[in-house]
T-cell receptor, first 114, second 110 residues
């Protein structure tokens, strides 16, 4: 099976712009979660989508949003970018079984905000 | 919300020495997962522990879940340069949400 793929791998934006990141989960996985990784805050959960519905949400401002399509592919959007949004954005997919939730991470999108 | 505290933040060892990272919570955990992230890479799942007092081994890696399910540890015997990376514990909560510890960055000097 192909792994989780994320596009683009690298992105440079300026403050005030918006950005859309894409994630394709492993075939058959219906849950996609997004994480932000920074040196200062570590790995922080953004949100999870399952069957096109947001099931969990982390403590991020409303500028961060996402969606999931019927083929389980997911996108996240960050509007009005701030310097502090520079980070590695990781998505992870899982089959979301009740007692075992091994997550498979993609390579990430490295976002730099200037 | 639930949090997991992980120590130490950094560990520098000589190749062949042992390494241990600890994960602690003030509340009872339903389960704990461990991930490894190589420099420049992404987190890769290592294991999940669910039962009180559970001990699992993967070659030189030994994972433990405390009796009270409030702490966990990862021990590597005789480290190798291939063990370099950051090790994270994570609480699997509400399906697809992981709450990560701060991670322990392991460097191994040949």
């Amino acid at each position: 099976k192909a792994g989780v793929t994320q596009t683009p791998r690298y992105l440079i934006k300026t403050r005030g712009q918006q950005v859309t990141l894409s994630c394709s989960p492993i075939s058959g996985h219906r849950s996609v979660s997004w994480y932000q990784q920074t040196p200062g805050q570590g790995l922080q959960f953004l949100f999870e989508y399952f069957s096109e519905t947001q099931r969990n949400k982390g403590n991020f401002p409303g500028r961060f949003s996402g969606r999931q399509f019927s083929n389980s592919r997911s996108e996240m959007n960050v509007s009005t970018l701030e310097l502090g949004d520079s980070a590695l954005y990781l998505c992870a997919s899982t089959q979301r079984m009740s007692s075992y939730n091994e997550q498979f991470f993609g390579p990430g999108t490295r976002l730099t905000v200037l | 919300g639930q949090q997991v505290m992980q120590i130490p933040q950094y560990q520098h060892v000589q190749e062949g020495e042992d390494f241990t990272t600890y994960c602690n919570s003030s509340t009872t955990l339903s389960n704990i997962q461990w991930y490894k992230q190589r420099p420049g890479g992404h987190p890769v799942f290592l294991i999940q522990l669910v039962k009180s007092g559970e001990v699992k081994k993967q070659k030189r890696l030994t994972f433990q879940f405390g009796e009270a399910k409030k702490n966990s540890s990862l021990h590597i015997t005789a480290t190798q340069t291939t063990d370099v990376g950051t090790y994270f514990c994570a609480l699997s909560n509400q399906g697809g949400k992981l709450i990560f510890g701060q991670g322990t960055e392991l460097s191994v000097k040949p």
